[in-house]
């Protein structure tokens, strides 16, 4: 019984280690190009972010983690966890393919004030995939109103910090606002 329990789990890490091969196929590098690893990047505009294993914009991938739990539960209420956590893990990883692909690369340096932003490392992007399974298993825990009060928080405090977040990066990137834009560059 406890290989059975266990099973979704297990198809979630390869899941993970796939998405890397992936990744790595589609040229990404595998950690920074300065050479070295870093526990947080600290600096939004340099060669450093989304390349080191957290950085200003993890918390986003924590809220995505409490969203797709949400998203699973209203979906599959009577699901076992691990088969809901599997369906985020694999939705997860197929946003972070498309997010380092040449046409959301391109839409970010278009629409958004990541000029320099040329995609992310594998390193990064597995950790952000760490990172959404640590928000999940924390909204099958926490109470609802701890879960929504740390997402409220997250992206509060990256819009007062970094002037961006997961709601102003999804906006930028589906219906970019030039005021949000110059607001972002620090106009």
């Not at 939705?91 to 959301?104: M, Y």
Request: glycine share 8%; aromatic share 12%; net charge negative.
């Amino acid at each position: 019984m406890r290989a059975k329990r266990a099973l979704p789990y297990w198809l979630a890490a390869g899941v993970v280690l796939a998405a890397a091969g992936v990744l790595l196929a589609m040229g990404r590098v595998p950690i920074c190009t300065c050479g070295y690893v870093k526990l947080w990047e600290g600096e939004v505009m340099s060669p450093g972010n989304s390349q080191h294993l957290s950085d200003w914009y993890t918390p986003s991938h924590l809220i995505h983690g409490f969203v797709f739990y949400w998203l699973a539960w209203l979906v599959a209420p009577k699901a076992p966890l691990g088969w809901r956590l599997l369906a985020a893990v694999v939705v997860e990883v197929a946003w972070e393919v498309l997010e380092n692909s040449p046409v959301i690369i391109d839409r970010y340096r278009a629409v958004t004030i990541s000029l320099d932003y040329y995609g992310d490392s594998v390193l990064n992007s597995v950790a952000d995939i760490l990172t959404m399974v640590i928000g999940f298993l924390l909204a099958a825990w926490l109470p609802v109103w701890l879960t929504v009060t740390i997402a409220v928080g997250f992206e509060v405090l990256t819009t007062v910090l970094i002037r961006d977040g997961l709601v102003l990066n999804v906006l930028m990137l589906v219906w970019p606002l030039e005021a949000v834009r110059a607001w972002q560059g620090g106009g």
